[in-house]
């Protein structure tokens, strides 16, 4: 099928990816239960991890090779901290919405495998960078690649999955983000470790390479063939959670939407966005900060915290999607935006002690709960959105508030740390309090904000709910 408005069905001739696999997921969302809708679901899910893990895999690398780019180009902290934050979101902030209005009408799964093909590309293109500016650029392709995948998640998962498993099916989704992100510290140190001894490296086409240029290749690559696989993918058709089928709103009615849910939105998207700064933050400089406060090579750190964020994030999004399902379920209808404070108010003393431990290993002991309660925002907010915005304007709405959330989480966080690091203690040796308190106060941040908005978010609730059964009875 051509890159055009996407079908009202989900069939072979629309999607591809095989007639096994577009039988499967033809089933969702027409009615059919059993092996057969299972298998659809499944393969639903298995794309967007795929793509959420290889999406963290490239956007982390660079928070590993710090020490070697630094040294190597010549840069400072705040000169990197542009390169983990900004630089990625350029182009977000122009992208970022006609992204998710595009996600509203067009084939999702097409253009998710068309943006994972240009961040791959990018990340593999860091490689070849020999100066800030370069590698810069290669960033800004990253970040605009990586626009497709939130909006288009948040659409798709919806139409595969029921509102009781929706939770767990975005708990799953999210995994993907800390198993990418810890693949990225593990992969990245075996690869440095093999070529500890190799100042410079001499490739075919590619040239003379540093270490760290060869790993952002390694890493970069294998994507393109993911994102082959999931361009032939069908997809489920767009539905509302109580089966209308649903089409494109015009701009002016989601900017309507968004006037009467303003309350409820900001909650959601500002609650997230400080406890994903203090993520940010503080995932972005672990792996300097194990080198400069104890010592450690840039193989150990990026191999035990590696460890310590996969662990830490695979149980945390589970424990996030089973809470919210299950308060959900008890009929606190503001479970979702509820699930996100406590991740702020559980993570805060671990954020705190972490950076002041008297050895690296109470560190990582101390920072593995942080992981773990931290993992409650990103993992919880796609239900939230999903619970208070119709699916049918779902990836232009989601589309802002990935917006904010990445300008708040991604852009500021990283930095500030460097800023205060650099400005307030003057010394890049003092990183470690620098971590204990920047990302802690991001945290308090997100807790007042996310607590302040509870009854807004379930007004929000039901006033969908309410607007989806009167279209259902008519």
Not at 65 to 80: C, Q
Not at 357 to 363: D, E, G, K, L, S
């Amino acid at each position: 099928m051509a890159w055009g408005k996407e079908p009202d069905v989900c069939s072979p001739e629309h999607g591809g990816g095989g007639p096994v696999v577009a039988s499967a997921i033809q089933r969702i969302g027409h009615g059919e239960t059993g092996e057969a809708q299972a298998e659809g679901k499944r393969y639903v899910l298995i794309a967007l991890l795929l793509a959420s893990i290889l999406s963290f895999v490239d956007r982390q690398i660079l928070s590993l090779l710090v020490h070697p780019i630094e040294h190597d180009l010549h840069l400072n902290d705040t000169a990197m901290a542009l390169l983990l934050g900004p630089a990625f979101l350029i182009l977000h902030l122009v992208i970022g919405l006609p992204i998710g209005r595009l996600v509203d009408t067009y084939p999702r799964f097409k253009g998710l495998s068309l943006g994972m093909a240009l961040w791959s590309l990018a990340t593999a293109g860091a490689g070849l960078a020999s100066n800030f500016v370069h590698l810069f650029v290669a960033r800004i392709g990253v970040g605009f690649g990586e626009a497709f995948l939130g909006p288009t998640a948040y659409s798709v998962l919806p139409d595969a999955y029921p509102p009781h498993r929706i939770g767990r099916a975005s708990a799953i989704y999210s995994m993907g983000v800390y198993i990418g992100a810890g693949l990225a510290l593990i992969i990245g140190s075996q690869v440095i470790r093999l070529l500890a001894h190799v100042q410079e490296i001499t490739l075919p086409v590619l040239g003379v390479m540093h270490s760290w240029q060869l790993v952002f290749v390694v890493i970069g690559l294998p994507g393109i063939l993911v994102a082959l696989w999931i361009f032939r993918l069908p997809e489920p058709p767009r539905r509302d959670p109580n089966g209308i089928s649903a089409s494109r709103p015009a701009l002016r009615e989601v900017l309507a939407f968004i006037r009467a849910n303003l309350r409820a939105l900001a909650s959601v998207t500002f609650c997230a966005a400080f406890s994903l700064a203090m993520s940010y933050g503080t995932g972005a400089w672990v792996p300097t900060f194990l080198i400069r406060s104890y010592g450690w090579s840039i193989v150990h750190a990026g191999a035990v915290y590696g460890v310590v964020v996969v662990v830490g994030g695979v149980t945390g999004v589970n424990l996030a999607g089973a809470l919210s399902d299950a308060l959900t379920r008890k009929g606190i209808r503001s479970a979702r935006l509820l699930v996100m404070c406590l991740a702020s108010v559980l993570t805060l003393p671990f954020a705190i002690a972490f950076p002041l431990a008297p050895n690296p290993y109470v560190a990582m002991a101390l920072m593995l709960p942080a992981v773990i309660f931290s993992t409650f925002a990103p993992a919880a907010m796609p239900v939230s959105v999903q619970e208070i915005v119709p699916n049918r304007m779902r990836g232009a709405v989601a589309a802002g508030l990935i917006l904010f959330t990445s300008v708040i989480g991604l852009g500021f966080g990283p930095v500030l740390v460097s800023l205060f690091t650099n400005f307030v203690l003057h010394s890049q040796a003092q990183l470690r309090y620098s971590l204990a308190v920047v990302p802690p106060a991001a945290l308090l941040t997100s807790a007042i904000i996310g607590f302040s908005g509870l009854g807004a978010f379930s007004r929000a609730r039901d006033r969908l709910r309410g607007t989806e059964a009167t279209l259902s009875a008519n």
